[in-house]
């Protein structure tokens, strides 16, 4: 039986004010049994991680650096973001991806230094509207785990979180059904068993996109969703745990 995991991601979004703000609303709120996690813009994971110190809830960053250290300006690394308090990075988010141009290649590597770090990677993978469109999605979420898996093995994947997130559902309010969903989800999970079942059963696979405390209960009832990947509705303590809860 895998764990429902939660994951607030919430992108270039607050002030110090506001997070300290959130941070006190979800402590101090009902988390109910699902694992949760929140992924802070990086500005701000220090004050964060000292925050939850203590607390049920796990830290996670946006993003990391795919080299160990130098001069890369504006990059944080792996190490940094275990002193911080992480335990998870998101990888590949699909706005990294389109905006700053990450290829399958540059996230792998992120992927690689994230468990180097020993911090847990977020893989993110989702096609876009036209993809969907066009009858690719499987080919395409396909690609994107088989430059993880070629580089790093199948076993690699033993130690990360796989969210699918189809990016024509990010922030648009347009929510896959819970039957899409589930059908990317079995054929990610359907992939990787066929390379190592132990992993894949293992493997805890969330879902993001428009998630919300109206949709999560039915999406996260499907036996291939194990969590969810939430933007907007992770921005307010309230909806939030409501999401935890329906978990
Ligand atoms: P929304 O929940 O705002 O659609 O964002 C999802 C997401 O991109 C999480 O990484």
Same mark, same amino acid.
């Given at each position: 039986?895998?764990?429902?995991?939660?994951?607030?991601?919430?992108?270039?979004?607050?002030?110090? &004010?506001? !997070?300290?703000?959130?941070?006190? +609303?979800?402590? /101090? @709120?009902? *988390?109910?049994?699902?694992? #949760?996690?929140?992924?802070?813009?990086?500005?701000?994971?220090?004050?964060?991680?000292?925050?939850?110190?203590?607390?049920?809830?796990?830290?996670?960053? &946006?993003? !990391?650096?795919?080299?160990?250290? +130098?001069?890369? /300006? @504006?990059? *944080?690394?792996?190490?940094? #973001?275990?002193?911080?308090?992480?335990?998870?990075?998101?990888?590949?988010?699909?706005?990294?991806?389109?905006?700053?141009?990450?290829?399958?290649?540059?996230?792998?590597?992120?992927?690689?230094?994230?468990?180097?770090?020993?911090?847990?990677?977020?893989?993110?993978?989702?096609?876009?509207?036209?993809?969907?469109?066009?009858?690719?999605?499987?080919?395409?979420?396909?690609?994107?785990?088989?430059?993880?898996?070629?580089?790093?093995?199948?076993?690699?994947?033993?130690?990360?979180?796989?969210?699918?997130?189809?990016?024509?559902?990010?922030?648009?309010?347009?929510?896959?059904?819970?039957?899409?969903?589930?059908?990317?989800?079995?054929?990610?999970?359907?992939?990787?068993?066929?390379?190592?079942?132990?992993?894949?059963?293992?493997?805890?696979?969330?879902?993001?996109?428009?998630?919300?405390?109206?949709?999560?209960?039915?999406?996260?009832?499907?036996?291939?969703?194990?969590?969810?990947?939430?933007?907007?509705?992770?921005?307010?303590?309230?909806?939030?745990?409501?999401?935890?809860?329906?978990?």
């Amino acid at each position: 039986m895998r764990a429902t995991l939660i994951a607030g991601n919430w992108k270039m979004n607050g002030s110090l &004010q506001s !997070v300290i703000q959130l941070v006190e +609303g979800i402590k /101090t @709120g009902d *988390v109910g049994t699902a694992q #949760l996690a929140v992924c802070p813009p990086a500005i701000y994971l220090m004050k964060v991680g000292g925050m939850l110190e203590g607390s049920q809830v796990s830290l996670g960053a &946006q993003n !990391v650096c795919d080299q160990a250290s +130098g001069a890369f /300006t @504006g990059e *944080v690394s792996g190490g940094m #973001l275990k002193e911080a308090g992480c335990r998870y990075a998101i990888v590949g988010h699909s706005e990294r991806r389109a905006l700053y141009v990450e290829s399958d290649e540059l996230v792998a590597a992120r992927f690689a230094m994230a468990i180097e770090s020993g911090l847990i990677p977020i893989l993110c993978i989702g096609e876009t509207l036209q993809e969907r469109e066009d009858g690719i999605t499987e080919s395409v979420v396909a690609r994107q785990l088989d430059a993880v898996i070629d580089t790093q093995g199948a076993a690699a994947l033993g130690n990360c979180v796989i969210a699918y997130e189809p990016v024509w559902a990010i922030g648009t309010g347009k929510v896959a059904t819970p039957e899409q969903a589930q059908a990317v989800h079995a054929f990610i999970r359907g992939k990787i068993a066929a390379l190592d079942t132990a992993v894949a059963d293992k493997l805890q696979i969330l879902y993001g996109g428009s998630m919300n405390p109206g949709n999560a209960g039915e999406l996260l009832s499907q036996p291939d969703i194990d969590g969810g990947l939430i933007g907007g509705a992770a921005l307010k303590a309230e909806d939030f745990l409501a999401i935890a809860q329906a978990a």
